[in-house]
């Protein structure tokens, strides 16, 4: 989430705790970005955040693989693991109180049949580990993959923090070693069970060694962290929940706040599900493994950014990009997508385990100051400034909103099967963050607004946009525009959480939206075998 002053706060617009019930609290407070308005010379001057908003602070690419061949192998295999029995008690039964068992791995990601460590602190004398792998499983949402034999607990040493950047690190012993030999690609909660009756997921996502012929899931881990307040501090606010006491950099070796998985849970589960119900190939990975090396993305006929993915190295962007640019579809199910500009830095368990984001202080980032490398704040703004919607279509522009979404291209592809008609509308699906579609900020073309859902952020009003464009590559970019299309899709169910009011009928629009855009996504680039979009951005706006 962005800010326009020093006055950012940390929110959450989410709950799901793995029960049904929800947890969500809302803290903090954040700024409409008053992007409307922005002309030529703001965007030189750096695109701004705020509802009452003052100034706040390629290579060429490698030859796509065909798909057939991977795509079966994928395909078959994928056929295989759905056709398993699912494990209908994955899910949290009691949290307790944090420190009754509470764990994190030594790395964000692991291919399968590599080992990683667990790090655990626990109150109970013992306690066992259960791996589930999220995927559909019949309705079950989850098997379990592998458990752990008895292992002995241990309450382990209180937080360290950094006083330099004000981080935050367990440090903890390495409690046990877990072998992924037969685990398949995916994303998995590894549920801590304590013999003190209480639980806590860990999160892991086992990558797969290909994406070629495949759907893409790309897992968000750095926007995890940055909202991940163990331990007293995150990337928005510190002990005293004041944003100038905040971290500047935040690192993976301490567990998750809440019960473990919380961001995972609210905005990528369900997607995931869903993915896996329709039968595409699919492959699995994070952010930070794309940052890495951009062979993560060759070949995949479609990369899925999830429901809140924020924190995003110019690296990441530039390979996303660059597969863009070579045919492969993207999708963004949620916003404020690829808002910060983040770095990575080594940790106490290995390299690339700590988020650096400075954000309004970046001046103060003795690597900007001694290196005069990239600045780690927003993307819009200036020095460097590269606003997202050049890549996504969208302008993130506010926090909080309650809105309705509103159908304009109701003969779009998009909603086939859905029965909509234009200015239909699904109360609550816009929020808590949105973007719209920015005249004056740099926007691909043609673009197609497909919703265009009036909205109040902090007494003003503005739009939430639904946007679709393609690229000469043939690659087709879609973006919701709003960070409750994942929740949507679990609307009113036990798996809601806290699902706003929306309804039966809006999760069955935004399941059958999506149904429609993984599947045609999934066949190769959008602009060879579905309609060109329609420019309409000029005719919505004069309205």
């Given at each position: 989430m962005g800010e326009g002053t020093e006055h950012d706060?940390?929110?959450?617009?989410?709950?799901?705790?793995?029960?049904g019930t929800g947890t969500g609290t809302g803290l903090g407070r954040r700024h409409f970005l008053g992007a409307a308005a922005v002309g030529a010379t703001g965007l030189t001057a750096g695109l701004v955040a705020g509802c009452d908003a003052s100034p706040g602070g390629s290579a060429g690419a490698s030859p796509?693989?065909?798909?057939?061949?991977?795509a079966g192998g994928v395909r078959s295999a994928a056929d295989a693991e759905r056709a398993r029995p699912g494990s209908p008690d994955w899910r949290i039964r009691s949290l307790g109180p944090p420190e009754a068992v509470q764990g994190y791995t030594d790395k964000v990601s692991v291919l399968p049949g590599e080992e990683f460590g667990l790090h655990v602190s626990t109150t109970a004398p013992g306690f066992r580990v259960s791996a589930y792998r999220v995927g559909w499983y019949g309705g079950?949402?989850?098997r379990l993959v592998w458990r752990s034999d008895r292992v002995a607990g241990a309450h382990q040493r209180q937080p360290r923090t950094i006083s330099s950047t004000r981080s935050v690190r367990a440090d903890w012993e390495r409690t046990v070693g877990v072998h992924t030999e037969g685990w398949p690609a995916g994303a998995y909660l590894l549920r801590l069970d304590a013999e003190n009756g209480h639980q806590r997921y860990v999160p892991l996502i086992v990558r797969s060694a290909s994406a070629a012929g495949t759907t893409l899931l790309m897992h968000a881990p750095a926007t995890w962290q940055a909202y991940n307040t163990w331990g007293g501090y995150s990337l928005y606010q510190g002990e005293n929940g004041a944003y100038t006491s905040r971290s500047l950099a935040v690192g993976f070796d301490r567990?998750?706040?809440?019960?473990?998985?919380?961001?995972?849970?609210?905005?990528?589960?369900?997607?995931?599900?869903?993915?896996?119900?329709?039968?595409?190939?699919?492959?699995?990975?994070?952010g930070l493994d794309v940052h890495l090396a951009p062979s993560v993305l060759q070949g995949a006929t479609t990369a899925v950014s999830l429901g809140h993915d924020e924190y995003w190295t110019p690296e990441q962007r530039q390979h996303v990009t660059r597969a863009r640019d070579t045919g492969t579809n993207l999708v963004f199910l949620g916003a404020n997508t690829c808002f910060r500009r983040i770095r990575l830095e080594?940790?106490?368990?290995?390299?690339?385990?700590?988020?650096?984001?400075y954000k309004t202080a970046y001046q103060d980032d003795p690597h900007f100051a001694d290196h005069h490398g990239l600045p780690t704040h927003d993307f819009r703004q200036p020095p460097a400034a590269d606003p997202e919607s050049t890549l996504t279509g969208v302008f993130y522009e506010g926090f909080p909103t309650d809105a309705p979404y509103v159908v304009h291209s109701a003969d779009h592809w998009l909603f086939e099967g859905t029965g909509v008609k234009r200015g239909d509308s699904f109360k609550h699906l816009v929020g808590v963050e949105y973007d719209r579609v920015t005249p004056g900020a740099p926007t691909p073309a043609p673009l197609e607004i497909l919703a265009h859902s009036p909205l109040v952020c902090n007494g003003r009003s503005s739009h939430s946009d639904s946007a679709y464009y393609t690229v000469p590559s043939g690659a087709g970019v879609f973006a919701s525009g709003t960070m409750r299309w994942v929740?949507?899709?679990?609307?009113?169910?036990?798996?809601?959480?806290?699902?706003?009011?929306?309804?039966?009928?809006?999760?069955?629009f935004v399941t059958r939206t999506t149904e429609n855009l993984l599947r045609a996504f999934a066949t190769g680039p959008a602009a060879k075998a579905r309609p060109a979009p329609k420019d309409n951005v000029r005719s919505v706006y004069a309205n």
């Open positions: 706060g940390r929110h959450r617009d989410d709950g799901a705790d793995g029960t796509r693989p065909t798909a057939s061949s991977s079950a949402q989850a567990p998750y706040d809440a019960n473990g998985a919380e961001k995972f849970m609210v905005y990528e589960r369900a997607a995931v599900v869903l993915a896996e119900r329709l039968g595409i190939p699919l492959a699995y990975t994070t080594h940790g106490p368990s290995g390299t690339d385990r700590t988020v650096v984001c929740e949507g899709l679990m609307a009113g169910t036990r798996d809601g959480g806290r699902d706003h009011g929306m309804d039966a009928r809006t999760r069955a």
